[in-house]
């Protein structure tokens, strides 16, 4: 399995950038899963729901299926940071794990970011950052010698994922 994280502020395409990445990788048979860090109050369910009714009746897990979809609702009873190695051995087996998010997360990263965001960098104080990717008009702040590619061509981001798929590969949890 080969474990890859996209990191970058709020507003700087990372959500695009993996949206892109998945069918490319999918194209050439792999199968892809994504890991989302999300904010505490995040919720994927709906009020008035059945599955919305029994987590606000206390269920600790809700597992909602259908022969198309699975989805396990699970709630947190005492606040704690996800711990990414529980979440991806939550995972059914896979050719690639996109983590978006996790900034602090000891795995290798590509950095997503736009000068127009108006966010710090992150690569300079994190070793695990491969590459960054923006956009060329926006020159860093900061000199790199980490490769630096165009987020708008996202087969080019594909090709250095799959150059480095060495680098990326999952030998033992994050």
């Known amino acids: 399995m080969k474990l890859v994280g996209f990191c970058g502020y709020s507003g700087a395409g990372k959500t695009t950038l993996i949206e892109q990445l998945v069918p490319r990788l999918r194209g050439g048979g792999a199968r892809v899963s994504v890991i989302k860090h999300a904010h505490h109050g995040f919720d994927i369910d709906r ?5 919305w009714r029994h987590r606000e009746a206390g269920a600790y897990e809700v597992l909602v299926a259908s022969d198309r979809r699975l989805a396990l609702l699970r709630e947190i009873e005492q606040p704690a940071e996800a711990d990414l190695r529980a979440l991806v051995a939550e995972l059914s087996p896979c050719d690639w794990v996109l983590v978006e998010g996790f900034r602090h997360a000891p795995i290798p990263k590509l950095e997503v ?8 960098l992150i690569y300079p104080d994190d070793p695990q950052v491969l590459a960054i990717c923006t ?3 926006e020159p860093l702040p900061v000199a790199t010698p980490l490769p630096v590619l165009d ?3 996202v087969d080019a981001i594909q090709r250095f994922l799959l150059d480095h798929a060495d680098r990326l590969t999952m030998r033992t949890a994050p």
Request: glycine share 10%.
């Open 47 to 51: 009020p008035g729901k059945d599955t």
């Open 113 to 120: 970011w736009r000068a127009a965001a108006g966010k710090p």
């Open 135 to 137: 956009d060329p008009a």
């Open 151 to 153: 987020l708008n061509q």
